[in-house]
């Protein structure tokens, strides 16, 4: 069966960095788009960042455009997401999900397969 693993989370002040990993098992992993969305308290899990199969396309939020950096290895079946200038607002539970399109988009619904999360918490 599909296994997402996000790893990488912690507590972090803010202006800090921190490196978010997800990793597939038990699918072909480039023929799926790949993103990450967050969830804080009281809120609706939203759009972060997602990448194309290849790499070559990647679509972000305007939240998070300049600072959140999202990447493949397709070797690894890995995909990254590389967060610099962390502020508050960041705080929240980041989720990796897959969907077996070749069209980049940011529509949580349709997302087939999602990790577990993993907490990132940036104080002030």
């Given at each position: 069966?599909?296994?997402?693993?996000?790893?990488?989370?912690?507590?972090v002040?803010?202006?800090?960095?921190l490196?978010l990993?997800?990793?597939a098992?038990?699918?072909?992993?480039?023929?799926?788009?790949?993103?990450?969305?967050?969830?804080?308290?009281g809120?609706?899990?939203?759009?972060?960042?997602?990448?194309s199969w290849?790499?070559?396309?990647?679509?972000?939020?305007?939240?998070?455009?300049g600072?959140?950096?999202?990447?493949?290895?397709?070797?690894?079946?890995?995909?990254?997401?590389?967060?610099?200038?962390?502020?508050p607002?960041?705080?929240?539970?980041y989720?990796?999900?897959?969907?077996l399109?070749?069209?980049?988009?940011?529509?949580r619904?349709k997302?087939d397969?999602?990790?577990?999360?993993?907490?990132?918490?940036?104080s002030?």
């Amino acid at each position: 069966q599909v296994q997402m693993v996000e790893s990488g989370g912690g507590l972090v002040q803010a202006g800090g960095s921190l490196r978010l990993s997800c990793a597939a098992s038990g699918l072909t992993f480039s023929d799926y788009i790949m993103g990450w969305f967050r969830q804080a308290p009281g809120k609706e899990r939203e759009f972060v960042a997602v990448i194309s199969w290849s790499g070559g396309t990647t679509l972000y939020a305007d939240s998070v455009k300049g600072r959140f950096t999202i990447s493949r290895d397709n070797a690894q079946n890995t995909v990254y997401l590389q967060m610099n200038s962390l502020k508050p607002e960041d705080t929240a539970v980041y989720y990796c999900a897959a969907d077996l399109t070749n069209m980049v988009h940011t529509t949580r619904s349709k997302f087939d397969y999602w990790g577990q999360g993993t907490q990132v918490t940036v104080s002030s």
